[in-house]
Structure formats: C-alpha cells, structure tokens
C-alpha cells in the first residue's frame, strides 16, 4: 500500500518536472499560464483517478470521478480568470511601452493589479515622466537658444542695411555691432560649455590645491569692474591653506560668473564678498552681496537654464541667464554643490562646496 503510493507520488513528481520543462519552451506567457493552470489541475486529477481504479475497483468508481471532475473544472476555471487578468495587468504595461516607443511621450501605464506589476507600471511612469520632462527641457532649450541668438543677429542685419542704404555712417554703428557680435560670441561659447556638461565630456584637470590663491585672482580681475560699480570687494578666507581638489580653470569660470552677478546686482556703494569656510570633508565658497536679495521663485529657479529674474530688464545688463547653469554643471562635475539662499541682512548668498583635498 505504501509502496504504491510512493510510485504514485514519484510519478507524478516526475511527470509535474517534465511538464514544467516544456511549458518552459512555450512562446508566450498566455501559452505558459494556461498550461500551468492544466498541469496543476490535471496533474493531482489523474493520481487521485488512476490510484481510484487501482486500489478500491468499486461501485464509487463513478461518484469519485464525477466529484473529481467537477472540482478540477472549478480549479481550471479559477486558474484561467486569474491568469487572464495577471495578462490584461501585463498588457496594459506592454502598451504604454510600445506608445512611448512610438514617440508618444505622454503614454503612461495604469498602475492597478497584482503589487509586482502595478511596481512595474508606477517606475515605468517614472521613466516616462523623466524622458518627457527630459525633451521638454530640450525643446524649451532650443527654443530660447534660437530666440537669444536671433536678437543680436537681427539687430545687427538692421544696421547693415541702413548702412547699405547710405542711412548711416560706420561709425555710428561699428561699437553697437562689436557689442552684439562679443554678446554672441559669448552665448555661444556658454552653449557649448552647457553641452559638453551634458554630454559629460568636460576635461576637468582636477590638482589638489589652496583655494585662497584662486579666489584672490578671481578678485583682482574683477576690480576694475567694482571701483567704476563704487562697490567694495571683499574676501575671508579662513584657513587659507585648506586644500581642495578640483580643476582651477572651472573653479575660476564658477567663482566668476557668481561674482559678475553679484557685481551687477549690487547697487552703488555696496559690497561682494567671498567667504571660504574649509568643512569636514569638503571647502565651502560663500559669495554675498549686498543687493536686492532673492525672490522664493529665485532661489527655485536661479539655476535653470536661461532663467532670468526679470526676462525684459536684464537682456542688456546681464547674460542669457546660462551662468548659473554652467555653474551648477560644472560645481556637480567636480563632485560639489551649489545653492542660493537670501542673506540674513539683505542681498543674495550663493554657496558652492568642493571635495577636500586628502
Ligand atoms: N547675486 C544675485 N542677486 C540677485 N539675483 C541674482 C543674483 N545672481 C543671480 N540672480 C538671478 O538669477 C538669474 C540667473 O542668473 P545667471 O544664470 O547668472 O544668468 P544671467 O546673469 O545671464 O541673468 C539672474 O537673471 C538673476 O535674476
Ligand atoms: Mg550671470
């Protein structure tokens, strides 16, 4: 009795691991559920049948197969409901993704069912969101580039024909066309700053070295620029030989475009300072100025590329609203950060850190 019974389970063991190798071979996962839904049903069914016939050879024959039955057509019918709806969950993740792939970058999936597929779904959408968010910041990028680089040309096609038409003399003209064509020449050159931070092909040199030296030439090459402002430049270094670790010509280009904004936010009479604060592990470069301080949306959005305080205002006394985005790119790549806040007694505070040197 017991003898049969273990050749009965063996059996059935071995059929239920050659059943599961084939049902492996199957091409699709509708294909692979509803043979494991028969396989599981079936399987259990044809033991109880056949150790029936073997064993008692009954009148009950009829009752066990007829229970049997119903019971395994209850079971499949269960297996195929659920393995229907665990393929619509799946289906429905499959066609977001073939949405997206057509170009669709709105197409999301819905994030119900089983916890594994709604998981599926919910990062899914989050790849979604990103790459949408992604190419809009691409177009918007396009966008005002177009726009900025259109404006100088535009202004400069004007005074060319006015000259071709004997409406001015060159000299009138000449120093406004060699301002827009430095302005140009600059928008560009941030551009492609701004893409080769992207595209993360920056040669950074890092060297390990005092910062207090870098931040003194950064002042003296802006002091002519804060005497004719009547602004006073300033600068702390505490523990001037702190070292970092860090590339100085992009360490200069950040410190540089902090203080040109400084310098021009700071009204006559004001003061830019430099403060370098050496912190556990990494040197913090605090750079203050005692102008019109920063809006909430400011602080947001100061680093965003092309973001300007005051879009109409600033075209002619600032940049293209690029410096602080290369700033941010070029602080990340050297392994720092960078955050604006409001000064306690007025003006802006723009901070950024640098990994210290060993
Ligand atoms: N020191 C500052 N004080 C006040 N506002 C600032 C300061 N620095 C930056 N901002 C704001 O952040 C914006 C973006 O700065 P930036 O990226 O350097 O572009 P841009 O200098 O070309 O305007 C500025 O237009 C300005 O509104
Ligand atoms: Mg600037």
Redesign the pocket.
């Known amino acids: 009795m017991i003898a049969f019974a273990l050749v009965v389970a063996a059996a059935t063991l071995a059929a239920g691991l050659v059943a599961a190798v084939l049902l492996r071979r199957l091409p699709t996962l509708r294909l692979q559920l509803t043979g494991l839904g028969l396989v599981a049903v079936l399987l259990p069914l044809a033991a109880v049948l056949l150790s029936g016939v073997a064993m008692f050879d009954s009148e009950h024959d009829l009752t066990i197969l007829a229970v049997a039955t119903a019971s395994a057509t209850a079971a499949l019918a269960a297996s195929f409901l659920l393995g229907g709806s665990i393929l619509r969950s799946i289906e429905r993740v499959r066609g977001a993704s073939s949405a997206l792939a057509r170009g669709d970058l709105a197409a999301r999936a819905p994030e119900g069912g089983p916890a594994e597929l709604a998981e599926l779904a919910a990062s899914f959408n989050e790849m979604a969101e990103n790459l949408e968010g992604l190419f809009d910041a691409r177009r918007q990028l396009v966008a005002w580039a177009s726009h900025d680089l259109r404006t100088p040309l535009a202004s400069m096609q004007a005074m060319l024909e006015a000259l071709e038409d004997g409406l001015a003399e060159p000299e009138q003209y000449l120093p406004a066309m060699r301002e827009q064509v430095r302005t140009l020449g600059l928008l560009v050159d941030d551009l492609f700053e701004l893409a080769r931070i992207d595209a993360g092909v920056l040669t950074l040199e890092l060297h390990e070295l005092p910062i207090g030296p870098l931040v003194d030439s950064c002042l003296r090459g802006l002091e002519a620029e804060a005497t004719a402002r009547h602004v006073t430049l300033r600068a702390e270094i505490d523990g001037s030989d702190a070292k970092v670790r860090a590339a100085p010509d992009k360490v200069e280009r950040v410190l540089y ?1 902090l203080l ?2 400084a310098l021009r936010h700071t009204p006559f009479d004001g003061s830019v300072g430099v403060v370098v604060e050496p912190l556990e592990e990494e040197v913090r470069v605090t750079v203050e100025d005692t102008g019109e301080g920063l809006s909430a949306e400011a602080v947001r959005r100061m680093f965003d590329r092309f973001w300007r305080g005051d879009r109409a205002r600033s075209r002619d006394r ?2 293209a609203g690029l ?2 985005a290369i700033a941010r790119g070029l602080v990340e790549a050297q392994g720092g950060r960078i955050w604006a806040e409001t000064r306690p007694g007025g003006g802006a505070r723009v901070s950024f850190t640098l990994p210290r040197a060993a």
Do not use: E
């Open positions: 475009n040109t904004n600032g940049g410096g602080l």
